[in-house]
């Protein structure tokens, strides 16, 4: 499965940005979708995912309360919903795709990657 993440850019503090994770290849609905981010000089850092039908879905603790996740497999993808987002949120986004049921905080168990999107937060 090729994976394609979009929805970037730069907003400030409290402002809210969308991402999406559009699939093409084999069957959507085989692979548990998460959400990954990375800054700087930080390891990659669990975001959200959802399990294949959608019906499952896990965030890290430091987006809990802002962040949604949701997917649609009629269309092939997977929406990030970030609200009330924070300079700390500054991160390359990474949608990726695991050949489990429900999706996973270990990034070990991911086999497809997209290619990233960048978010910014200015105070």
């Known amino acids: 499965v090729q994976l394609q993440a979009s929805g970037g850019g730069l907003v400030q503090a409290g402002d809210s940005l969308r991402l999406s994770c559009a699939a093409s290849g084999r069957t959507f609905s085989e692979y548990a979708i998460g959400w990954f981010r990375q800054a700087p000089g930080k390891e990659r850092q669990f975001v959200a995912g959802?399990?294949?039908?959608?019906?499952?879905?896990q965030y890290g603790d430091s987006v809990k309360g802002r962040f949604s996740i949701s997917r649609d497999n009629s269309v092939n993808t997977v929406d990030l919903q970030m609200n009330s987002l924070e300079p700390e949120d500054t991160a390359v986004y990474y949608c990726?795709?695991?050949?489990?049921?429900?999706?996973?905080?270990?990034?070990?168990?991911?086999?497809?990657w997209g290619q990233g999107t960048q978010v910014t937060v200015s105070s």
């Open positions: 990726a795709a695991a050949v489990y049921p429900l999706a996973t905080m270990d990034e070990y168990k991911y086999e497809f």
């Open positions: 959802v399990s294949r039908s959608g019906g499952w879905i």
